[in-house]
């Protein structure tokens, strides 16, 4: 438990690298030691190795590190990031090296090239020759001692300590097995020329002076070192997505200094800075374009795969790749700042979590090998009893002891969140903890905000309506061309939406065949007003029109009428003194909305349509996207009360949203999801967040989350059945201690390995 002691000072948090960790029991201890300090509450987490601790009052990091030595184990804090190198490529291979997973790989080798010839000539009687069973030790020894060596020194240590762990119960399993085989040969009747050994799956009765098992304790450590050596290289290749996504980032920059451009490192960029982005390189850092337009590829952030344009003004973002053109881009955030930087960070944090139900196993696993070293007494003490066998009663014993390994419980939650959490990255979908896996389960309905969530919340030209007579192309280009003159979100559309029907790429600069206002004047809240090829022309409010005495004819009156109740906004336009045409602008629903809210009906949710906005608006957006229930004309700081009285009503809710104002209903919801294109604000309130602005990755959101704790519930089952279903079975005297050794390893491959399918999430 953690401490509850009450602390002065405020409370700080760091997170410390774990060495000496061999099984979840280890983590157990650990995370106990440290929640038993005043002030101090700690999450150890056996799959990545780390202790995120946060403490306060009179503590140090100190203090944590030698809590955690006096326990038997290593602590540091990470290391300070390298700074970037000068020059540019990808690092050496070197650096993918891991001399942990080298030094068991060496180790499992030589055991196994040892141990293969001890298991057959003690499992094929026919292949025993005379005195066979001395060149059996001769091999199995150095296993026995050497290639054990990891599990004697860490149970070693533990007993020191007061404490047992998974390393106890196979030390002393394999020191029991050798140990007795030792005496057998030396003093037994087992070392005779002549001797001959069968073998048997279950617990063979036979004369224990003659017993060997010596295959148990070679073939054990081998098998345990092969299940140590295949769960290390599982779990790096669970944390490949974090490692890949860190090293997503370009590792240097052409600055412009003083009209030249500079080569530094990425690591000496300043915000407001401008640096130079060619064709095919990474953007260094995010920033805004200040000159230039092109295509950028976020494949690697968003999982989008269709390059995105930008142009002057438009923000980028650090380590996607310019496609095309020549950017100047200038700086806005550095280091920790970036997105990818809190990407990464968030990733990580949700991978050092745990979800409630890896907690009750490691509770389990924390008291699970005393109770088994109990269990193993108690099993050769029964056999003794009833069958005055020793050699059976010690087979059993020691079988007791090798099955049951808790393994597989500590990596059943972290393997799986790993994975999840990591391909949810590569898909831009920002998972922030495991707690949030268990709220994708219960929810029943998910609340959408309209604007910059259903709606690109860009005003767009979505109507064109000319009088009779009136050539539309005509029509659209005196309009837009007054209307270009203009920063007015409307007048924006309108000029956009003309020079895209003009075939002006974006819409921003005015067309050759556009011609410059003269006479242009800004009528607040009316229009706009201006000469344009020698025509004076309005564009505005119906009022304006009225008030120069131009009257409407009944076709665009109607239009006008049935514009406002579908929640558009109409747009007059009128030359030499007569009413020319009808434009209407409205918010443009994303073309992506409607399938998702259609997948996200498939997922069992009931989609409710929540804005601000008048109810004609909002019912016309929801009728487009396929959403029955609407709760419209809500005052942004009200979005919260719409939350609390749905979930009253007993409903699970999810909440997606983008704006400043979504933050508190986002908090409030059971589930938040940002849209990663919305506000700092709304991406720190919401449980997880969409990296790119499509509404489809919200349902990836919730299956992928779904997944994850589906998988990690299937290896707890796995973990849990595995052992209530092994133990019982070896204290009969129906697993031999060989076979137990086997079936204990791939318990664990089989939990890293059912994680692992996770990467293949689409």
Known sequence: MSSSTVHEGPIAEVELTIGGMTCASCAARIEKKLNRMDGVSATVNYATEKARVSYGGDVRVADLIDTVVRTGYTAEEPPPPEPERDEPGPRPAAAEADPVLDALRQRLLVSAALALPVVLLSMVPALQFDNWQWLC?????????????????????????????????????????????????????AGMTGMRHGFDLTVRRADGSSALYLEVAA??????????????????KAGAALRALLELGAKDVTVL?????????????????????????????????????????????????????????????????????????????????????????????????????????????????????????????????LTDDTTAAFTAAVAVLIIACPCALGLATPT???????????????????????????????????????????????????AEGVDEKELLRLAGALEHASEHPIARAVAAGAAEAAGAAGGLPVPESF????????????????????????????????????????????????????????V????????????????????????????????????????????????????????EEVIAEVLPQD?????????????????????????????????????????????????????????????????????TLATIKGNLFWAFGYNVAALPLAAAGLLNPMIAGAAMAFSSVFVVTNSLRLRSFR
């Open 137 to 189: 030790l001769t091999l199995a020894s150095p296993v026995a001692v050497w290639g054990a060596l990891p599990f004697h020194r860490a149970a070693w240590t533990n007993a020191r300590h007061g404490a047992a762990t998974m390393d106890t119960l196979v030390s002393v399993g394999t020191l029991a097995a050798y140990a007795w085989s030792l005496w057998a040969l030396f003093f037994g009747h």
């Open 219 to 236: 073939g054990v450590v081998t098998f345990i070192l092969l299940g140590r050596y295949l769960e290390a290289r599982s779990k790096r």
């Open 257 to 385: 200094r003083g009209g030249l451009e500079v080569r530094i490192p990425v690591g000496a960029l300043a915000a407001g800075d401008r640096f130079v982005v060619r064709p095919g390189e990474k953007i260094a850092t995010d920033g805004r374009v200040v000159e230039g337009s092109s295509a950028v590829d976020a494949s690697m952030l968003t999982g989008e795969s269709v390059p995105v344009d930008v142009t002057v003004g438009d923000p980028v973002t650090g380590a996607t790749v310019n496609a095309s053109g020549r950017l100047v881009v200038e700086a806005t955030r550095i280091g920790a700042d970036t997105q990818l930087a809190r990407m990464a960070a968030m990733v990580e944090e949700a991978q050092n979590g745990k979800a409630e139900v890896q907690r009750l196993a490691d509770r389990i696993s924390a008291v699970f090998v005393p109770v088994v070293l109990l269990l193993a007494l108690g099993t050769w003490v029964t056999w003794l009893l």
């Open 416 to 466: 799986a969140l790993m994975v999840g959490t990591g391909r949810g990255a590569q898909l831009g979908i920002l998972i922030k903890g495991p707690e949030v896996l268990e709220s994708t389960r219960r929810v029943d309905t998910v609340v959408l905000d309209k604007t910059g969530t259903v709606t690109t919340g860009r005003m767009t030209l979505s109507g064109v309506h000319p």
């Open 515 to 570: 011609e410059a206002p003269r006479s242009f004047e800004n009528l607040a809240g009316l229009g706009v007003q201006g000469v344009v090829e020698g025509r004076s022309v309005l564009v505005g409010r119906e009022r304006l029109l009225a008030e120069r005495g131009i009257a409407l004819p009944a076709a665009l009156a109607g239009a006008a009428a049935e514009a406002e109740a579908t929640g558009s906004t109409a």
């Open 572 to 627: 007059l336009v009128a030359w030499d003194g007569e009413a020319r045409g009808l434009l209407t602008v409205a918010d443009a629903v994303k073309p992506t909305s409607a399938e998702a809210v259609a997948r996200l009906r498939a997922l069992g949710l009931t989609p409710v349509l929540l804005t601000g906005d008048n109810r004609a608006v909002a019912e016309t957006v929801a009728r487009e996207v396929g959403i």
């Open 639 to 707: 979005k919260v009360d719409v939350v609390r009285r749905l979930q009253a009503e007993g409903r699970t809710v999810a909440m997606v949203g983008d704006g400043v104002n979504d933050a508190a209903a986002l908090a409030r919801a059971d589930l938040g999801l940002a849209m990663g294109t919305g506000t700092d604000a709304a991406i720190e309130a919401g449980d997880l967040t969409l990296v790119r602005g499509d509404l489809r990755v919200a349902a990836d959101a919730i299956r992928l989350s779904r997944r």
